[in-house]
């Protein structure tokens, strides 16, 4: 059974970074490409970004490219998002993902 634990959250100025991090356990992990995702309130989880097992390749929505990274140490069993020049619009609960499964999700608040 897949675990996974995200961490990293917190409430950021406008224009500001934070560091997503998720720690994998129960799989794998070096199996599994990984994801991530959001869900602000009221609308649904969406795609955020994705990353393949190796950790060379990697996928990005149209709504943080070139603002988000996505990265992967998998000596730690672990993914990261680096998320710079925060919006407002990124408020959301954050989640990562792996093998269908999901965590507990972290709160990203941005206030401008």
Request: charged share 20%; with cysteine.
């Amino acid at each position: 059974q897949v675990q996974l634990t995200e961490s990293g959250g917190g409430l950021v100025q406008a224009g500001g970074s934070l560091r997503l991090s998720c720690e994998a356990s129960g799989r794998t992990f070096i199996m599994y490409a990984m994801g991530w995702f959001r869900q602000a309130p009221g609308k649904e989880r969406e795609f955020l970004a994705a990353i393949n097992r190796g950790g060379f390749l990697t996928q990005y929505a149209d709504s943080v490219k070139g603002r988000f990274t996505i990265s992967r140490d998998n000596a730690k069993n672990m993914v990261y998002l680096q998320m710079n020049a925060l919006k407002s619009e990124d408020t959301a609960v954050y989640y990562c993902r792996m093998g269908g499964g999901w965590g507990q999700g972290t709160q990203v608040t941005v206030s401008s």
